[in-house]
């Protein structure tokens, strides 16, 4: 009886698991979907040999860089989406393999990215010191972000490391909320001059870092539920 009643009550008592929890890494794979399609867009253009013109004789100047940031993010983005479903991420093996692709990965497209404001002509009306600023403060925070999850996950801080791996992600994928962005104040008639360019962009890149900041607390209250007296911890 009273082992039929403790199998009851710790039944009840844990917190209900979400079917699947498969809505939100969908929605990221359609949201990396934009820069993917225009990453590969970009990459037939550079191996079908298209012919040279004033927007894209930038890329053909630099290939090496603009390869290495087109797949180097396609892969963080699109791998990186399944590292959301529960179901995956419990499992050890996966998540260690798609970490250790997804690590490299995320500094490819973060550095490459950072060598590209520097040293790739922006395109026209896309330049500016402030968006130059915001490339290159946001680019470093990406790469910042994966170097300090890897550290925490040398120290088996697993909470650490989930937290900053979450705020490089938010980064990573903000190429697509940033067409987003823009399509939302076009299509409102706004008008696109150089500052306003580098506004959206950098309010796309706020907005996935607040995104990430709201479910990283979520998840640490979560933790907290699962592991207070009336909780316990599933292991």
């Known amino acids: ?65 603009i390869v290495a940031h087109i797949v180097g993010a396609t892969v ?40 590209m404001a520097v040293f790739v002509t922006p395109a026209p009306g896309a330049g500016g010191t402030l968006l130059l600023a915001l490339r290159l403060a946001f680019g470093s925070a990406l790469a910042a972000c994966i170097i300090l999850g890897v550290v925490a996950i040398r120290r088996r ?24 962005v823009f399509a939302i104040w076009i299509i409102g008639g706004g008008a696109t001059d150089e500052l306003t360019g580098a506004v959206l962009m950098g309010t796309a ?8 900041e709201l479910v990283i607390r979520r998840r640490s209250r979560g933790a907290g539920v699962a592991r207070s007296p009336s909780h316990p911890a599933v292991p």
């Open 76 to 115: 963080y983005c699109l791998l990186g989406a399944f590292q959301f479903v529960p179901a995956l991420r419990g499992r050890r093996a996966w998540h260690r393999i798609a970490g250790l692709i997804l690590i490299p990965a995320g500094l490819i497209a973060a550095l490459s990215g950072l060598w």
């Open 157 to 180: 801080d697993f909470g650490s490391h989930g937290a900053w791996m979450t705020r490089a992600y938010a980064l990573g994928v903000a190429a697509g909320t940033q067409a987003i």
């Open 1 to 65: 009886m009273t082992s039929v009643t403790a199998i009851t009550r710790s039944s009840t008592d844990r917190p209900p698991r979400r079917p699947g929890g498969w809505l939100v890494p969908t929605g990221l794979i359609l949201l990396s979907l934009i820069p993917v399609l225009g990453g590969a867009f970009r990459l037939s253009e550079l191996g079908g040999g298209a012919a040279i013109t004033a927007d894209n004789a930038r890329f053909f100047a630099a290939p090496v860089p």
């Open 205 to 212: 890149w706020v907005i996935n870092a607040a995104v990430a």
